[in-house]
């Protein structure tokens, strides 16, 4: 049974940083491109961030970009999401997800992710 496992949400004031984690079990992900997802009520589920498999090359969101920074440490099988710069309209719940269909590129469909984390809410107050 593959689960992911996210980690590090929590309540944070405007300007703040958070470093999500996602730790992949029990089979490696270290070859498959990785993304982090976000949801916020009311809302669909919108891409924030991808890395490929061997952490090489990543893509962001216009709205994560200059403030967010995904990397990976494909010993560990984790994911982190590193958040700054933090506003209220980044509350959501964020999923990590696996695509494992792709290695060398990332896509922002979350339909072509075939494995999901349960989420872990980040709430950014002002």
């Known amino acids: 049974q593959v689960q992911l496992v996210e980690s590090g949400g929590g309540l944070v004031q405007a300007g703040g940083s958070l470093r999500l984690s996602c730790a992949a079990s029990p089979r490696t992900f270290s070859s498959n491109s990785m993304a982090w997802f976000r949801q916020a009520p009311g809302k669909e589920r919108e891409f924030v961030a991808g890395?490929?498999?061997?952490?090489?090359?990543?893509l962001y969101a216009d709205s994560a970009k200059g403030r967010f920074s995904i990397s990976r440490d494909n010993a560990k099988n984790t994911v982190y999401l590193q958040m700054s710069s933090l506003k209220p309209e980044d509350t959501a719940v964020y999923y990590c997800?696996?695509?494992?269909?792709?290695?060398?590129?990332?896509?922002?469909?979350?339909?072509?992710?075939?494995?999901w984390g349960q989420g872990t809410q980040v709430t950014v107050s002002s």
């Open positions: 997800a696996v695509d494992s269909s792709r290695r060398f590129s990332v896509v922002q469909n979350p339909g072509t992710y075939n494995y």
């Open positions: 890395i490929t498999g061997s952490g090489s090359s990543t």
